[in-house]
Every structure is written in C-alpha cells, then in structure tokens.
C-alpha cells in the first residue's frame, strides 16, 4: 500500500472510529473512551483533513466539532409575531375580561372557550395547501425549524384540502397514557409530558420522533388572502377541520342565545359553574390542559381590541393552577467543570420554593435550554425534582427583549479553547492549561470527601494558583509554605496549619487518594468494589489499563462493562499517568495496607517538633523524610526556634544549622536519623 493509500485508510478509520464514540455518547449518555483519547483522535482527524481535504468525508464527525447537535433546526423568521396569552386565575378575572371587551366593541360579542393544551406551540407554514415549514415558537419572532420531525406527527396533515397559503397555529402534545409508557422505558425520564413532547419535536433522527405517537391540535391559522372565508373564531376552527388540519373538538361558545352550530352554547351567568366543572373533567381527559383559552369569536372586532408586546387583547387564558415558583432569569452563566464539562446556570431572581430561596438552577447542557426555548429575561415556573434540585419547568413568559433561545458559547469562558461536543455536553479541551479546569481539580482533590486537607479551601487554591505556584496537585506537595509567610493572608500560623495539612494528607489510605483523583465515576463504592475484588494497589490497575483489560474489572460484582472501559480509558491517558507518577514520588499511598498493616508505627517522635534543611541521598525528595517523621508522631515546622527538638540537616544546610547551633537545638544528619528509624522497633 503506497503512502496516499495509507492516509485515506486512516482517515477513514477515524471517522468510522469517533462516528461510533459520538453515538454512543449522545444514545448513553456516556463516553467510552477518555476525552483525551477523543481529542487526540479528532485533531489528528482534522490535521489529515486539512493537510488531504480530496479525501475528507461529506459526513465526517469534524463537521460536528464545536457546534451543537440541535443547531441541526435553523432558526426561521415568523411571519406573525406568535404572540402570548394574558392569564387570570379566577372566574371573576374572566367575567370582567370580558366586560371590559363588551364595553369597547361596537356589538354585541361571543367567546369561544378552549382547552389550553399544556404542550409545544407549533406553527405550521402552508404554501399552496402543501406543508412547506414547521417551526418552534421561539421567541415569537424567531423560532427553530422542526419540518422534518413535524412531518412525522400523524395528524398533521403534508397536503390541505384546499391550495391555500396560511400560517396555522396549535400544540403539539402527548397523551397521557403514552407518556407514562415512553417515560417508563428512559434511562432519564422527563418531568412531565410537556419536555416529553418537546424534547422529541427537537430529536436529530426524525425516525425518532416517528417513533413516538406525538399528537397536534390547531386553534389559529393566518390567511394570505385576507378574504378570509370565516368571520368568526369557530367558523376558523370548522374551516381548518375541513382544510383536513386536526382541531380539538372540546370548545364552547359564550352567547346568551345561539342559533349556531354544533357546539356547546353557555350563557354568562353559566359560566363559573361551567369551568368549575372543567376543572374536574381534566383529570379524566387523556391529555394534560393547564387551563382554558377564551378568545372574542367575532374576528371584525379583534382588530379594534388589538395588541401589546406581549398578547392580543381579545384572548385570555384562564389558569387551574396558580404558579409555585415563578421567576425572572437575570442571567445565563457558563461554569468549567474539573473534568472541562460546561455546565450553564441561569442565575434567577431569589425565589422561595418548598421551603427554600432558590437563586442559582442547573441548566445541564444546550439540548435542555433548547426543549425550554429559555433565554435570559424569561420568566419561568421553577420545582423542586424530587423535593430537592430545582429546576425550570417551563418558560410562562418570553422577555421584552427579545432574546432568541440561548445558545453556549463556542469558547472556554475560562481559557478561551475552542469547545468541543461530546454527546450531549460541551468539554473545553484544555486539560492541563484552563484555569478553572486546574482549580476545579485541585480544589476537588484537596476537598472534604477526598484528601480533606484542612484549611486549603477553594480560595487559598485559587490564590495559590494566581501566584504560580500551584499549577497543578502534584505542586501542594513541593510548595515551600513556609517561604509565603508575611504575603496577605498568609500569616505564620495559617502557613503552619496548610504545611501540616498537606504532610499528614500523605498519611491517607490508599483508598482516599484514588477518589480524590477524580477518575470518572469511581467513588468510594468504586473504590472499595475494585479492593474487595483483589485489585489493591495502582500498579495492577495500570496494567489493566495498559492492555485493556477490562474483564479482570468486570468480573467483580458490581462493576459493569461501560464504568471499566471508561475507567481504564481515563487511566490510560497520558495526563492521568503522569499525574499518579508524581504523586507517587510524592510519596503518596498507592497500595491498599491490609487490616494488620494498618496498625500505627511506632510513635517514637511524639511530642517533638522537627525542622528540616538541605537535601538527602535516601530521602529525595526532602518531603520523604517529612513523612517519615510525620508518621511517628513528629511536629515538622519550617524555622528553627526554641521550640525545636531536632533539626534534621542534609547537604547544604545553610542558615538554619547556624541557628539551631545559636539556640541549643541537637542537630541530626542522614545517617543518624536512619539509625533512628531503624532502632524503632527495639525501642
Ligand atoms: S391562543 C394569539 N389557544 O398557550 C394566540 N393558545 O400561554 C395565542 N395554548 O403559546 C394563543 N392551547 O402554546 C391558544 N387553544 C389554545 C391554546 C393555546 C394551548 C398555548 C400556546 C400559547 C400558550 C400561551
């Protein structure tokens, strides 16, 4: 095989390769291989490319790189504004709605009541009497267009009846009882029937969508030929039934006498006794309404109510529920995440909900912002998911701004990489470099649950960090605390408690320190399956890795095919194996000590303070000696003072041999501090 053959073999090895790792991400929601591994795989992939653009693939998974799967539904222009509802709460709210109406309008006026579906608004675009377009709501302005998963719903109709060009409106929504069939069988069930619904109008595949029995009611069309053929709401309604779109036929008429049509006529004073009874039927009705729709039926007399920003005046939504939580979002924040997962967060305005003020609620990732249509300024309806994470449940108000659907940056906010898609989230590349990425790590290894290094909170991280001095974790233990003594915030007494926390950090068992590194999904239970099951030490699990093999894992009860490939594929990563060596030469732990080990040394030094200078031939680095001391029971300060047992001095030991010598304290070298440890056990 000649070189050129050689690089279109590759190049087509690879997309087949991260073809497979994209699906498998966005079907299960998890990777199988690092994201190293990916990144490595996909620059080569795009460096071929670039270098061989004749051999580049029409559906190569560069394309997909730094772009979000959903931006598959461009944004389309409405040709009406979609506007909103008003809403009221109570009957006595309707009746002098519709008193005001009456009053303004030149005759005598009817309503038409609707069942406000609790679904997706849609618009369906006809040219012609053929389904040219379907799009989203969006912000009323702009919305997404969903035409090839639209043309999947059953009932709405590719061809009309008549060749008519109109802009039809209605909810696409999911019965009940196939919503609690569906939801059953997700890995990650939806809260409701509504994200449900919405979350399969926006799937990639449109066979997807085909696969769920979504449903679509219209309640509004817009001619082009204002010669409309209706002159009022319900004769619209009849017209589109005939024009063969699906029209909810549970509506009601409020006149005080009707000659009309088939339909259930109201008087007014019938009216509170009419939706109280509606109230009841709801629950008996096999899809979710979240309230009523009364609308002038006279369509003359619509024009001189007229609009605002946000709703026409001659419709009025009737609401069963009063809202729990209802809130303004102020802002969209984007978080790094210590694995470079983006997570964005929409600040909200403090809201109290079961019982606590929410302020902050996850956003997951850009499909879920999407489902919502959110954007900043909205206000939303926030629950609390199982009594205790909140979250939006639905968008009740678009902002005044008109803000489109936010959409994730296509940068780091922390380092400036360019994000790269995995699945369902976004990842910024930038292992070793991004700050937040590196603080978020070190902040995490040195946490309560993990190493629990006393004091070194997330600040002093950061502070450290910003001086250059901790640039990674393997750096807590190489810092000179001592040598920050008298900077802001850094008093002789703090620095001794970070110097003391970090030496006794080297003291925790194995088992901490593989939590705290932070590999993918191995927490304590992970980490105590891997111990029980014979797999005691780093080194056995690194060569598991190194010859992927993951049957060794899989054959512990507990752990499963997908959590040991992607364990041992974050092992394998090149950072991850640097980071173990140093840490090891660190001294860390990286073998479980069994029942009997793990009796105390002998506490020899206890009691004493120690103070070391110079370097060693057996103890390099110096921290090794530390440890040594540490684990007998020894005080290891960083100055020589009265209080000072010992100073345990190597070559060049500099200034502090002349103090030590200044103030009476013994001083020891190499070979008696060996001789001392090695004397313990006659002790
Ligand atoms: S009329 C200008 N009728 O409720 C016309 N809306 O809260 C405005 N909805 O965005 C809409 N059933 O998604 C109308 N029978 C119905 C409805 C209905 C459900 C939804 C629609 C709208 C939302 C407003």
Redesign the pocket.
Known sequence: MDEIDRIRDEIKHLCDQLKTYQEEYYKKSRSVVSDFEYDLLMDRLIELEKEYPQFALPDSPTLKVGSDLTSSFPEVQHTYPM???DKVYTSEGIISWIEKCSKKALKRLTFTV????DGV?LVLYYRNGILDKAVT?GNGLVGNDVTPNARTISSVPLRLSEPVTAAV?G?VFINKEDFLKLNEELEVPFANARNLASGTLRRIKSSETASVPLKMYV??AYLEDADSSYPTQAEMLDYMKRLGLPVNPDYALIADSQKEMDVTVIGTDDLESYLRQFQERRDALSHEIDGM?IKVNELDEREDLGYTNHH?KW?L?YKFDSPQGETVVSAIDVQVGRTGRITPVARVNPVKVAGSTISNITLHNQDYIDLLELSVGDTVTISKRGDVIPAVERVVEKNDEGNRTYRLPDTCPSCGSKLISVGAHRFCPNRRLCRDQVIGRIAFFVGKGQMDIENFGPETVNVLFDKGLLRDIPDLYSIDYFSLIGEMGFGEKKVQLLHDGVVSSRERPYETVLVSLGLPDLGKKGVQLLIDGGIRDIDTLMRLAKDDDSSRLMAIKGIGEKSASTLLSALRDPYMIDLIDKLKKAGLRFESVRDKEKESLPQIFSGQTWVITGSFTRFAPRSLAEKELVARGAKVTGSVSGSTTFLLAGEKGGSKIEKAKKLNVKIVDEQQFIAMLEGEGSE
Do not use: F
């Open positions: 506007l909103s509802l609707e069942e406000k579906i608004s709501r409106r909810e309640y509004d729709v026409p419709a939504a």
